[in-house]
C-alpha cells in the first residue's frame, strides 16, 4: 500500500489535492487504525459467516473502494478513502491464512503461506512499471497523469 502511495504521490497526487508533507503523512496513517482494529474481530466473522462468503464479498469491497480513490478530489476525501481501504484490508490477510489452513495439513501450509507471502514483493516490484503505463493513458475525461492543467491544454 505504502508503494502505491508514492507512486501516486509522484505522479501528482500531493498537487492536486494540495498535500503538504504532514496531510500525506496523515493520509498514510489514517489507512493503519481500522486495518489494525478489525483484523481479529474479522476473523471471527470469518468463522460465522464462511469463509467462501465472506472473503469474496471482504475482497470486492476491497476493490470497489480501491476504484473509488480514483474519484477522490480532496485531503478529506482521501482520509475517508483510506478509511474504508483499511478496513477492508484488515482482514484479508489472516482470513487467507485461516482459509489455507481448512485444506492443507501443518507441513504442506508452510509452503502455500511462504507463496502467498512472496505474492507481496513480486507485486511491489511489477506495480511501480504498471503504474507507469497506466499514468499514460489520456481520454477525453482522464489525464493519466494528475494534474491541474486542463485536458485540453496538455500535449
Known amino acids: 500500500m505504502k508503494s ?4 501516486a504521490r509522484i505522479d501528482g497526487l500531493a498537487t492536486q489535492l494540495k498535500l503538504d508533507g504532514t496531510k500525506f503523512n496523515v493520509a498514510l496513517a489514517i489507512f493503519y487504525v481500522p486495518y489494525i482494529c478489525v483484523d ?4 471471527w466473522v470469518l468463522k460465522y459467516f464462511k469463509a467462501g462468503y465472506y472473503l469474496p464479498a471482504l475482497l470486492g469491497s476491497w476493490g470497489l473502494v ?10 478529506h ?3 475517508v478513502v483510506r478509511f474504508f481501504l483499511g478496513l477492508c484490508e ?3 490477510l489472516g482470513g ?3 482459509y489455507l489452513s481448512m485444506f492443507y495439513r501443518r507441513h504442506q501450509l ?21 503504474a507507469t503505463g497506466l499514468s499514460k493513458i ?5 489525464a493519466g497523469k494528475l494534474s491541474t492543467i486542463p485536458y485540453s491544454m496538455q500535449d
Open 4 to 7: 502505491n502511495s508514492r507512486t
Open 40 to 43: 481479529v474481530p474479522s476473523n
Open 66 to 75: 480501491s476504484l473509488c480513490t480514483g474519484f477522490v478530489t480532496s485531503f
Open 77 to 79: 476525501g482521501l482520509l
Open 90 to 92: 484488515g482482514g484479508m
Open 96 to 98: 487467507m491464512i485461516l
Open 110 to 130: 508452510l509452503y502455500r503461506i511462504g507463496l502467498f507471502y512472496c505474492a507481496a514483493p513480486l507485486s511491489g516490484a511489477f506495480g511501480g512499471l504498471l
Open 138 to 142: 489520456k481520454t477525453q475525461h482522464y
